[in-house]
């Protein structure tokens, strides 16, 4: 009885550890072949037969002005936090999509503190600039405010 009982269980783990799977295995290989259609074009796959228009892309530099190093913060093409040295600007194409191009896709840059020149700590100066033409322009000291705009 006891050989049946151990002969009993052994089958049904056995059956239980293969039975699972049940879909065929994908390599590394096979997942990036299909993935690497919509990560080439950098737009997200369309479903459902609905399109998103996209309106007209814009040149968007952000920059920050000052001296030494400083902490960023800013929401560009991507989104970061990172500490840089001064001045620092980067720059993208952005093309607002759907309902971006009504309200706008929000350009931020939030500047951390820099040493001024009499040894204060003061916020750092900040601006951004849409097809060479400055739209938002911050500078350096007390007020920490950000430099935010929406690109439309």
Same mark, same amino acid.
């Given at each position: ?7 009993? +269980? ?13 879909? =065929? ?6 997942? =990036?072949?299909?993935? @690497?259609?919509?990560? *080439?074009?950098?737009?997200?796959? =369309? ?5 998103? %228009? %996209?309106?007209?892309? $814009? *040149? ?9 190093? /400083?902490?960023?913060?800013?929401? #560009?093409?991507? @989104?970061?936090? %990172?500490?840089?040295? #001064? ?6 194409? #952005?093309?607002?999509?759907? +309902? *971006? @191009? ?5 350009? #931020? ?13 003061? +916020?750092?100066?900040? @601006? ?9 322009? $911050?500078? /350096? ?12």
């Amino acid at each position: 009885m006891r050989r049946t009982l151990t002969a009993t +269980a052994f089958l049904l783990t056995a059956a239980l550890l293969t039975g699972c799977g049940g879909a =065929e295995e994908k390599t590394a290989d096979d997942a =990036e072949a299909s993935g @690497s259609a919509a990560q *080439e074009s950098g737009k997200p796959k =369309e479903t459902g037969g609905d399109t998103v %228009e %996209e309106g007209p892309s $814009h *040149e968007v530099t952000i920059k920050v002005e000052g001296t030494g190093r /400083s902490k960023v913060m800013y929401t #560009l093409d991507d @989104s970061d936090f %990172e500490e840089v040295d #001064l001045p620092w600007s980067k720059t993208a194409t #952005l093309a607002p999509r759907g +309902a *971006e @191009s009504k309200v706008g896709r929000l350009v #931020l840059v939030t500047p951390g503190t820099m040493t001024a020149a009499d040894g204060m700590l003061v +916020a750092a100066g900040c @601006s951004i600039v849409v097809d060479g033409k400055t739209v938002v322009e $911050h500078e /350096s000291g007390p007020s920490t405010k950000p430099c935010s705009y929406k690109v439309k």
